[in-house]
C-alpha cells in the first residue's frame, strides 16, 4: 500500500486503502490496524448530515464541498450511504450522480456505500472507513440514508449532526411523532427558495420549544437553498468551526457494541459481560471475540445441566 501517495490525497492510492477497511474478511484486520499505526492519530472532525429523503442532502452537500475549500487549505472527505433494495440486496448509488465536484481537485473526495439493508442509518463499513479517511483528510463528512427512530447511529460517529427538512415536511406533531427532534445538534431548512419556507420555518421552532423545553438555547436552523447557493457560505463556515466531541475511544466502544449485537445477538452481550476487550484498539477487539466466544460456547455446552 502507498501510503505517501494517500498522504498526498491521491484519489487512486486513497480509494486502495479505503477497500481495505471495507474488506469484512477477518485477515484484512491486521492490514487494517497497520495502516493505521503508521498512519498515526486523527485530528479530523466529521460531520453528519441526514434528514428525510428528497430533502436534498445529496444536492446540498454537492455546494458544501466547494464552499469549504473555497476559503480555507482544508481537505474534505464525502462518504455517503444510500439505501439497498430488500428484495435483490442492490443499491443506486445515487448520491453520486448528485454529487459532483472538480476531478482535478485532490482535497475534495468522495465515496458511496450501500447500508446493505441495514438499519441504523449507516453502512456496515461506515465507521471503519471513516477511521482511515479522518487520518487523511480535516473534514468528513457522512452523508446516512436518512432519519428516524431507528437510524441513530450517526449521532455517535459524528462531531456535529446537522438535519436536513424541507418545507411543507411536516407540522410540529408529525416533527414530534418522527422521533427526529431529540439527534441533530443543528437544523437546516433546505429549499428555502420556496414560498411556504417561512411557514416552515416557524413550524420547526415551535416544535423546537416544545420538544427540548429545558435547553437554554435551542439549536441553530440554517436555511439554504441548493438550488440557488442562498445560505450555503454560512452553512460551511459553521461546519468548519466544528470541535471534536469523541474520542476515537468512545466511538470503537459504540461500534463495537453494535458489530457484537448484528453478529451475535444476546449471545454476544452475554459474553461481553465483565470482559474489557477494547483495551488495544478495535480491530484486535474484534480478532480477540472471534476466539474467546467459541471457548466460551463450547465450554458452556459441556457444564452439567442440574
Known amino acids: 500500500m502507498n501510503l505517501d501517495a494517500a498522504r498526498a490525497l491521491n484519489k487512486h492510492a486513497v480509494s486502495k486503502l ?10 484484512a484486520a491486521a492490514q487494517r490496524a497497520q495502516i493505521l499505526d503508521e498512519l498515526g492519530p486523527s485530528t479530523a472532525r466529521v460531520i453528519g448530515i441526514t434528514g428525510t429523503p428528497g430533502a436534498g442532502k445529496s444536492s446540498l452537500v454537492a455546494r458544501l464541498v466547494p464552499a469549504m475549500l473555497a476559503d480555507s487549505d482544508l481537505s474534505v472527505a464525502v462518504l455517503a450511504v444510500d439505501p439497498a433494495s430488500h428484495v435483490s440486496g442492490g443499491a443506486l448509488l445515487g448520491d453520486r450522480t448528485r454529487t459532483r465536484f472538480a476531478t482535478g481537485e485532490r482535497r475534495s473526495y468522495f465515496r458511496s456505500q450501500s447500508n446493505a439493508a441495514e438499519l441504523g ?30 437510524e441513530l447511529d450517526i449521532r455517535y460517529l459524528a462531531d456535529h449532526v446537522y438535519l436536513v427538512l424541507q418545507p411543507l415536511g411536516g407540522d410540529e406533531i408529525q416533527f414530534l411523532k418522527a422521533g427526529i427532534i ?18 416552515s420555518y416557524y413550524q420547526l421552532r415551535s416544535s423546537l420549544s416544545l420538544a427540548r423545553p429545558f435547553d437554554e438555547d435551542l439549536p441553530a436552523i440554517y436555511k439554504t437553498s441548493a438550488r440557488t447557493g442562498e445560505g450555503v457560505d454560512e452553512l460551511a463556515a459553521s461546519m468548519l468551526k466544528v470541535q471534536t466531541r469523541f474520542a476515537d475511544s468512545d466511538r470503537e466502544r459504540y461500534f463495537f457494541g453494535r458489530w457484537v449485537e448484528d453478529e451475535w445477538g444476546a449471545t454476544g452481550r452475554r459474553f461481553c459481560e465483565g470482559r474489557d476487550l477494547l483495551t488495544d484498539g478495535f ?24
Not at 449507516?122 to 471513516?130: D, G, I, K, N, R
Not at 480491530?283 to 476466539?291: G, H, I, L, N, W
Not at 467459541?294 to 457444564?303: E, I, P, T, V
Request: charged share 25%; with cysteine.
Open 283 to 306: 480491530d484486535p477487539a474484534q480478532a480477540r471475540f472471534d476466539e474467546g466466544i467459541l471457548d466460551w460456547l463450547l465450554k458452556a455446552r459441556s457444564k452439567p445441566v442440574d
Open 121 to 150: 442509518g449507516l453502512a456496515p463499513t461506515t465507521f471503519q472507513v471513516s477511521r482511515l479517511l479522518k487520518r487523511l483528510f480535516d473534514v468528513v463528512i457522512v452523508e446516512t440514508v436518512g432519519i428516524g427512530q431507528s
Open 182 to 199: 431529540e439527534i441533530p445538534d443543528s437544523f437546516v431548512l433546505n429549499k428555502c427558495d420556496d414560498p411556504a419556507a417561512g411557514q
Open 18 to 27: 479505503v477497500a481495505v477497511f471495507e474488506d469484512t474478511r477477518p485477515a
